[in-house]
C-alpha cells in the first residue's frame, strides 16, 4: 500500500469483506439445507482474489475453479444475483442452472467456474489467444489449485501459452491441499512456481495473505502480459479454514492448529491492521463491515424471495447453434 490510505485500499478491503459475509452466510445456510449439491468456500484466500481481480480492467477476461464464489466478488461483483444462483432461482446470474459451482458472470468478465479440477486453464488460454487474434489488449486470468497442476490441461494450457505468447495470467491458489492430499504428497517440487521453467516462463511466487503484495505480482503479470511479453504463472500462498467441501462429513480432514497458526495471519485481519496504522479510523472500518453484512443479508433477502426457474426451460441456454464463424478467423 502506499503511504496514505486511498480508495482503491478501501475498496480491497471491502471486496475481502464481502468474500466472507458472503461464504459465512452460504456456509450457514448450506448447513440448513437451503442450498443444494456441494459447496467450496473461500474463506481464508480473500487476498489472493481481491489482490489479483484489482489489478485487472473489468472487460479482462476471468476463469474461476470449483471454489470460485468469491472470485466474481473480487471483480466486483453483484451479490444479489450470486447469491440467488446458490440457492438456484431465476434471478440468478445463471438463471439458476449453474449453482454453486458453474456459475459465469459476464457483466465482470468472469467466463466461468468448472467442477472439473484443471479444466479453467485451456479455457483461459482461448480467451487469452481470442484477445490476440482479435487486435485487443484484454488479458485472460485464470485461477486454479495446487491440485489442479498435477492435472494434463495445467501442462498443455501452459504449454500453448507460452510457446504462442498469449496475454494469459495463471495464478495458483496453493492452499497446501487437494481435498485432503497435502500438496508435499502430491506435488514433487517445493514451489509451484518452478513448474513455470518447464515452459521458459516467469514465476512469481507471492505472500496470498497480503493482498498489496498480490496486487504487485499481478499488476507485474498483467503489465507483461498486455504489452506481449507473454504468460505468467503467480503461485500465492495461501489457506483455506474450512473444509474441502462444507458440511460433507465424509471428507473430513483434521489439520489439527495447523487452522489456528493460519488464522494468525488471516487477510482481513493483516489489511485492517495496515489500515489502521496508515490512518483510517477504526469507526470507518466498523462502519463498512457493518454495510457489507447488510449487503450480504439484503442479496439473501432477494435470492429467497426469488422464484425457482420453470421446468419447462430447463433447456433454454444450454445449447446454441452453430455460432457463425468470426470474420478475423476467415480474413
Ligand atoms: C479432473 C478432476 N479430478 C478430480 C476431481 C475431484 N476433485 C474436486 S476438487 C479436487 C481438489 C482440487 O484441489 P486444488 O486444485 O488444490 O483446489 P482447492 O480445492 O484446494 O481449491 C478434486 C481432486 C475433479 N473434480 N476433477
Ligand atoms: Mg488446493
Given at each position: 500500500?502506499?503511504?496514505?490510505?486511498?480508495?482503491?485500499?478501501?475498496?480491497k478491503?471491502?471486496?475481502?469483506?464481502?468474500?466472507?459475509?458472503?461464504?459465512?452466510?452460504?456456509?450457514?445456510?448450506?448447513?440448513?439445507?437451503?442450498i443444494?449439491?456441494?459447496?467450496?468456500?473461500?474463506?481464508?484466500?480473500?487476498?489472493s482474489?481481491?489482490?489479483?481481480?484489482?489489478a485487472?480492467?473489468?472487460?479482462?477476461?476471468?476463469?474461476?475453479?470449483?471454489?470460485?464464489?468469491?472470485?466474481?466478488?473480487?471483480?466486483g461483483?453483484?451479490?444479489?444475483?450470486?447469491?440467488?444462483?446458490?440457492l438456484?432461482?431465476?434471478?440468478?446470474?445463471?438463471?439458476?442452472?449453474?449453482?454453486?459451482m458453474?456459475?459465469?458472470?459476464?457483466?465482470?468478465?468472469s467466463?466461468?467456474?468448472?467442477?472439473i479440477?484443471?479444466?479453467?486453464?485451456?479455457?483461459a488460454?482461448?480467451?487469452?489467444l481470442?484477445?490476440?487474434?482479435?487486435?485487443?489488449?484484454?488479458?485472460?486470468?485464470?485461477?486454479?489449485?495446487?491440485?489442479?497442476?498435477?492435472?494434463?490441461a495445467?501442462?498443455?494450457?501452459?504449454?500453448?501459452?507460452?510457446?504462442?505468447?498469449?496475454?494469459a495470467?495463471?495464478?495458483c491458489?496453493?492452499?497446501?491441499?487437494?481435498?485432503?492430499?497435502?500438496?508435499s504428497?502430491?506435488?514433487?517440487?517445493?514451489?509451484?512456481?518452478?513448474?513455470?521453467?518447464?515452459?521458459?516462463?516467469p514465476?512469481?511466487?507471492?505472500?496470498?495473505?497480503?493482498?498489496?503484495?498480490?496486487?504487485?505480482?499481478?499488476?507485474e503479470?498483467?503489465?507483461?502480459?498486455?504489452?506481449?511479453g507473454?504468460?505468467?504463472?503467480?503461485?500465492?500462498?495461501?489457506?483455506?479454514?474450512?473444509?474441502?467441501?462444507?458440511?460433507?462429513?465424509?471428507?473430513?480432514l483434521?489439520?489439527g492448529a495447523?487452522?489456528?497458526?493460519?488464522?494468525?495471519?488471516?487477510?482481513?485481519?493483516?489489511?485492517?491492521?495496515?489500515?489502521?496504522?496508515?490512518?483510517?479510523?477504526?469507526?470507518?472500518?466498523?462502519?463498512?463491515e457493518?454495510?457489507?453484512?447488510?449487503?450480504?443479508?439484503?442479496?439473501?433477502?432477494?435470492?429467497?424471495?426469488?422464484?425457482y426457474p420453470?421446468?419447462?426451460?430447463?433447456f433454454?441456454?444450454?445449447?446454441?447453434?452453430?455460432?457463425?464463424?468470426?470474420?478475423?478467423?476467415?480474413?
Amino acid at each position: 500500500m502506499t503511504d496514505r490510505p486511498n480508495d482503491r485500499s478501501l475498496e480491497k478491503y471491502r471486496r475481502m469483506l464481502r468474500i466472507r459475509h458472503f461464504e459465512d452466510k452460504a456456509e450457514a445456510i448450506h448447513a440448513a439445507g437451503e442450498i443444494p449439491g456441494a459447496l467450496h468456500t473461500y474463506a481464508g484466500q480473500e487476498a489472493s482474489g481481491v489482490g489479483a481481480c484489482i489489478a485487472l480492467r473489468n472487460d479482462d477476461y476471468m476463469v474461476g475453479t470449483h471454489r470460485s464464489h468469491g472470485h466474481p466478488i473480487a471483480k466486483g461483483a453483484k451479490l444479489r444475483p450470486l447469491m440467488a444462483e446458490l440457492l438456484g432461482k431465476v434471478t440468478g446470474i445463471c438463471k439458476g442452472k449453474g449453482g454453486s459451482m458453474h456459475l459465469s458472470d459476464f457483466s465482470v468478465g468472469s467466463l466461468g467456474e468448472t467442477s472439473i479440477v484443471g479444466s479453467g486453464i485451456p479455457v483461459a488460454a482461448g480467451a487469452a489467444l481470442g484477445s490476440k487474434l482479435q487486435g485487443n489488449d484484454r488479458v485472460a486470468l485464470c485461477f486454479f489449485g495446487d491440485g489442479a497442476t498435477n492435472e494434463g490441461a495445467f501442462h498443455e494450457g501452459m504449454n500453448l501459452a507460452a510457446v504462442w505468447k498469449l496475454p494469459a495470467i495463471f495464478v495458483c491458489e496453493n492452499n497446501g491441499y487437494a481435498v485432503s492430499t497435502p500438496a508435499s504428497a502430491a506435488v514433487p517440487v517445493k514451489d509451484i512456481a518452478e513448474r513455470a521453467k518447464a515452459y521458459a516462463m516467469p514465476a512469481i511466487i507471492v505472500d496470498g495473505q497480503d493482498v498489496d503484495a498480490v496486487e504487485a505480482a499481478v499488476t507485474e503479470a498483467v503489465e507483461r502480459a498486455r504489452t506481449g511479453g507473454g504468460p505468467t504463472l503467480v503461485e500465492t500462498k495461501t489457506y483455506r479454514y474450512a473444509d474441502h467441501a462444507v458440511n460433507m462429513g465424509r471428507i473430513l480432514l483434521d489439520r489439527g492448529a495447523e487452522v489456528d497458526e493460519w488464522r494468525k495471519r488471516d487477510p482481513l485481519t493483516l489489511y485492517r491492521a495496515r489500515l489502521l496504522e496508515a490512518g483510517v479510523a477504526a469507526a470507518t472500518l466498523d462502519a463498512m463491515e457493518q454495510e457489507v453484512a447488510d449487503e450480504v443479508a439484503d442479496a439473501l433477502q432477494f435470492a429467497r424471495d426469488s422464484a425457482y426457474p420453470e421446468q419447462a426451460d430447463a433447456f433454454d441456454d444450454v445449447f446454441v447453434d452453430r455460432l457463425p464463424i468470426p470474420d478475423y478467423l476467415t480474413a
